[in-house]
């Protein structure tokens, strides 16, 4: 057992007296006299002596302290929380409980945070931009690391392929795809028919009116057709799958899952991703048909273009690879809108507003990533000729 040690007294100064004495970890400190602010700067040299490290227990005795005021009680707070930050735990020994309430008053202001001082509306604008590029680079992070834990599970799945849940896929199926039908086509039908105003309006100048059914296919197929179903299938599915695994955080369903022993990727987030990679590309061809319904029809009632010819132009317009370049885009958008969706939704804490505000937080990010992703993709497509 380590041998008790005494540190040298201070002598007292203008009736201020502070003697400190240690025995293993424990500190204790005896104090009398009157700590004021009169005697601040002799306060100030009674308590810088040093004090040995790995204190575990500080004891302070104010019972002779004669007179405490609120400088007296800023300087001893202020030292009793360098030594408490350490890890020291701390018994305290007042006079009176007017000590009590000035020392706990002294350490609640110390420890309340400075106003913010007034900054100027560009400081301000620097430092929100910079706050949310930092909140966007751990979002980033996380997300890819999200992303390798979804991709190590799909693996382990395919490998055995009878931990596949497969009611919960053809469910998820079921709501992603055939649900959206009436209101996907609805939509690309309409966007059809605008789009084929539009064009023969303007091609109408060059007596070109037949070619609006070659911007109709190319257009459509090549781009808008895959990529405005993606849009609608973020804010249609890709919200309802944060809402719903975000709803299952807050009632703690994933948590009592874990205790089961289920893995929450492999029982709520592989289904979802699975089921979307399946139907949002038959979602597209769907409502690119719609849409280029929806321009023949316009084209035989403004144009006076008959179906046969309609037909006829669009074969002539449009090739394999316009159809593919559409296609081979949506499993990509369909992975983002997936994993963004899942992944906002098992970061849902335990609140109703938490769930709102990552259902927003999974649609927004989910265009944002379609958009790049498909800006990517026609930069591929241009450097390769197709």
């Known amino acids: 057992m380590t041998k008790a040690t005494n540190l040298p007294p201070i002598a007292p100064i203008d009736a201020v007296s502070a003697r400190m004495a240690h025995s293993a970890d424990h500190l204790r400190l005896v104090a009398s006299g009157a700590w004021t602010l009169a005697q601040i700067h002799q306060i100030e040299a009674a308590l810088a002596v040093g004090h040995p490290p790995d204190i575990r227990q500080l004891r302070v005795d104010l019972s002779a302290v004669t007179a405490l005021d609120t400088a007296g009680a800023y300087v001893l707070s202020r030292w009793i929380r360098r030594i408490t930050h350490e890890g020291a735990e701390l018994e305290l020994h007042v006079a009176n409980e007017a000590q009590k309430a000035l020392l706990h008053r002294v350490e609640v202001v110390e420890r309340r945070p400075l106003a913010r001082q007034r900054s ?11 706050r949310a590029t930092i909140e966007f680079r751990h979002a980033a992070h996380d997300l ?11 693996f382990r799945v395919l490998a055995q392929p009878r931990r596949l849940r ?12 055939l649900h959206a039908l009436p209101i996907l086509g609805l939509l690309s039908f309409l966007i059809g028919v605008v789009l084929a105003y539009q064009g023969a309006d303007q091609l109408r100048a060059y ?13 459509i197929l090549r781009e808008l057709g895959v990529l405005l179903t993606a849009i609608m299938v973020a804010g249609r599915s890709g919200s309802a799958f944060a809402a719903e695994i975000g709803t299952m955080k807050v009632n703690e369903e994933v948590d009592a899952m874990t205790t089961l022993g289920l893995d929450p990727i492999e029982v709520l987030v592989l289904p979802r991703i699975l089921a979307m990679l399946i139907a949002l590309p038959l979602l597209t061809l ?43 885009k949506a499993p990509v958008f369909a992975f983002a809108i997936a994993l963004v969706g899942c992944y906002e939704g098992l970061q849902v804490t335990g609140s109703a507003e938490s769930v709102g505000h990552h259902t927003t937080r999974s649609v927004v990010e989910s265009i944002f990533l379609v958009i790049i992703a498909d800006a990517a993709f026609s930069i591929l497509f241009s450097i390769m000729g197709v």
């Not at 890819?144 to 799909?154: A, E, H, Q, R």
């Not at 007596?207 to 257009?219: C, H, P, Q, R």
């Open 207 to 219: 007596g070109a009116e037949i070619f609006t059914v070659n911007l109709l296919g190319i257009s």
């Open 120 to 130: 100027s509306a560009f400081v301000l604008m620097l430092d929100r931009i910079g």
């Open 144 to 154: 890819l690391g999200f992303f390798g834990i979804v991709v190590i599970t799909m």
């Open 166 to 177: 497969f009611i919960s896929l053809v469910a998820h199926i079921e709501r992603i795809g």
């Open 286 to 328: 769907y409502a690119s048909l719609m849409a280029l319904g929806g321009g023949a029809v316009m084209a035989m009632t403004a144009l006076d273009i008959g179906f046969a010819q309609f037909l006829n132009q669009l074969s002539g317009a449009i090739v394999a690879s316009t159809f593919w370049t559409g296609m081979i």
